[in-house]
């Protein structure tokens, strides 16, 4: 069995490191306690992770060349979960949003 690499693990860790300190992209979403809002039945969560691992780019040779957009992709999907009136622009793709 293979792992997945080194770059992408510890990107994966950072991510849900943030998620969870409530440290997520604090710019876009200053002053939103999402915590509890993702943990609600519907696992928002779920899509937040789908999200984040569906834009992350991964090279060939395992290093993470966009880690920043992907976890601004998943911070506008958190902000337009706990703030209707958010407009995510660009609009996201199907791709983007595939539960796989």
């Known amino acids: ?14 991510f849900a490191f943030y998620i969870a300190n409530g440290t997520l992209d604090v710019e ?3 002053g ?3 915590r509890s809002a993702l943990m ?3 696992s928002p969560l779920e899509q937040v992770f789908a999200i984040f691992t569906n834009v992350l780019d991964v090279q060939p ?3 993470v060349t966009n880690a920043g957009d992907a976890m601004y992709r998943a911070a506008q999907y958190v902000r337009r ?4 009136s958010y407009v995510v622009e660009p609009p996201f793709e199907d791709w983007e949003t595939e539960l796989v």
């Open 1 to 14: 069995m293979s792992q997945l690499p080194e770059d992408v693990r510890s990107t994966c860790r950072y």
């Open 28 to 30: 876009l979403l200053d």
């Open 32 to 34: 939103i306690d999402y």
């Open 40 to 42: 609600q039945f519907g």
């Open 61 to 63: 040779d395992g290093s």
């Open 81 to 84: 979960h706990c703030d209707p």
